[in-house]
């Protein structure tokens, strides 16, 4: 049974950090680099950071720098630091597959609320 459940988002002010939270089933957790994306109202869903099964990652140029995602294996989950929120960081973030398409299953998501 596929699994994603996201966590962590929530309202913060520009500048702010979160920390979000992706717990995944073993089934694609251990088999697949990770990815977060993020869908804000009216936009298409993006890819914003991506870890591979050796910890290789790459980041979105909008969020490098600011944002930092990791993996733990034995707990099959992968999480986003996110530092120095923007506004434009708005958006309902999702884990998936970094290869994820829109014809995955996809989890719930967590809003992240970026405003002053």
């Known amino acids: 049974q596929v699994q994603l459940v996201e966590s962590g988002g929530g309202l913060v002010q520009p500048g702010g950090s979160l920390r979000l939270s992706c717990a995944a089933s073993?089934?694609?957790?251990?088999?697949?680099?990770m990815g977060w994306y993020r869908q804000a109202p009216a936009k298409q869903r993006e890819l914003v950071a991506t870890i591979s099964l050796g910890r290789s990652t790459n980041y979105a140029d909008s969020v490098k720098g600011r944002f930092t995602i990791s993996r733990d294996n034995a707990k099959n989950t992968v999480y986003l630091q996110m530092n120095g929120l923007k506004p434009e960081d708005t958006a309902v973030y999702y884990c998936?597959?970094?290869?994820?398409?829109?014809?995955?299953?996809w989890g719930q998501g967590t809003q992240v609320t970026v405003s002053s």
């Open positions: 998936n597959t970094a290869s994820a398409s829109s014809w995955n299953y």
């Open positions: 073993g089934s694609i957790f251990r088999r697949n680099a």
